[in-house]
């Protein structure tokens, strides 16, 4: 799959631009906040119908406007693919795939698969739960529809059992039958989702750590595991075990929300023993087995985008990265540096046609 040109109008620093690229590697090259990880954040909201960096859209409308527009002409599977994300300030934000809008954004969610590796994901490492979750459902809704449908049928059920919760200790009142019913549809959806995230990890595990080992070239011992109480009970003894608790809290305290990724290296949480750089190659090394779970999944090579890794990294660390995307397996890459000079002797060297925008 390749993104052919990309138009932006008011977005973020962008008054209007427009850019044609190479099929194999674009390079933007300039001083921070120039707006280089903008164009890149542009690209990511094509594809997920969201930012990357600030999911609040009104916010990445250009100061002084009230609108922005992103165009993109992608080619996948030999067909043209025009999407257009636009948003009006007070208005919805409107996707349209080849001039139609979709009626609702999920359907968008795995047409263009894209694997972002950026600074920002050391959040991934340092946040709480909700971040590792985010990053396991979205690897696994991009290539299953069925999935992304059951998360958001849970997450809407467990929003309406916690109004629920709160209706009952403002009232002063309780009603278990009526409980009961959003009981079993989240544990119908809940799951669900359990089964495939868990299957997901006996697939993507063996990948990770292939990848780590590849990109540090040593044997440290790293691994991912998956933190479920799902495991242990099912979801509606699970509901029932914490009523209680559930009542005082006024919201739902246990479920597949609450399930978590254990990061590890050599037995040990990789937050609090890792090194900078041991984390920075751990989460490489996550996102490089998202793009080849997601290219095998699809049977589409997803877009690459590598904000401002080459500045994070020594020089062995970026010569195995280098080694492993000069390889068939990848397609399109995105590339920002703030250095010119480094950004064109990485590329040369992984022998693909390349294209460099100065900012």
């Known amino acids: 799959m390749l993104l052919r040109q990309l138009s932006l109008i008011n977005y973020k620093n962008f008054e209007a631009k427009e850019l044609t690229f190479d099929a194999k590697i674009n390079c933007f090259v300039g001083d921070n906040g120039i707006g280089k990880t903008n164009i890149l954040d542009s690209i990511y909201h094509l594809s997920f119908g969201k930012s990357y960096f600030n999911p609040v859209s009104s916010q990445n409308i250009r100061h002084g406007s009230d609108f922005f527009v992103i165009d993109g002409t992608f080619e996948k599977e030999g067909r043209e693919e025009k999407i257009v994300c636009s948003l009006k300030k007070n208005n919805k934000k409107i996707i349209k795939?080849?001039?139609?809008?979709y009626d609702r954004f999920a359907d968008h969610i795995g047409l263009l698969p894209l694997v972002i590796i950026s600074p920002a994901d050391r959040d991934l490492i340092i946040d709480g739960s909700d971040t590792r979750r985010k990053f396991i459902d979205g690897v696994i809704s991009q290539s299953d529809k069925s999935y992304l449908q059951n998360l958001i049928n849970y997450n809407k059920v467990v929003s309406q059992r916690n109004a629920l919760l709160k209706y009952f200790a403002a009232n002063r009142t309780f009603n278990k039958d009526t409980l009961a019913v959003y009981n079993e549809q989240m544990s119908t959806y809940g799951t669900e989702i359990f089964k495939k995230r868990t299957s997901f990890l006996e697939a993507?595990?063996?990948?990770?750590?292939e990848?780590?080992?590849?990109?540090?070239?040593?044997?440290e011992d790293v691994s991912l595991s998956y933190d479920s109480k799902l495991k242990e009970y099912d979801l509606i003894t699970l509901l029932n075990k914490n009523l209680d608790k559930d009542r005082a809290l006024q919201y739902t305290s246990i479920g597949i929300h609450k399930d978590d990724l254990n990061f590890e290296i050599n037995k040990y949480p990789i937050k609090k023993f890792g090194s900078q750089g041991q984390q920075k190659s751990f989460l490489i090394a996550l996102k490089f087995a998202q793009f080849h779970f997601m290219k095998s999944q699809n049977g589409t090579t997803p877009i690459l985008i590598l904000d401002d890794i080459f500045d994070k990294l020594d020089e062995h660390r970026v010569s195995h990265i280098i080694t492993l995307v000069n390889d068939e397996n990848f397609g399109q890459i995105f590339i920002s540096d703030t250095h010119a000079d480094r950004t064109e002797s990485v590329v040369k060297k992984i022998h693909q046609s390349y294209k460099i925008f100065k900012l």
Do not use: E, L, V
Request: positive net charge; charged residues 15%; proline residues 5%.
């Open 97 to 101: 795939r080849n001039g139609k809008a």
């Open 204 to 209: 993507f595990i063996p990948i990770f750590q």
């Open 211 to 219: 990848q780590y080992k590849s990109i540090t070239g040593n044997t």
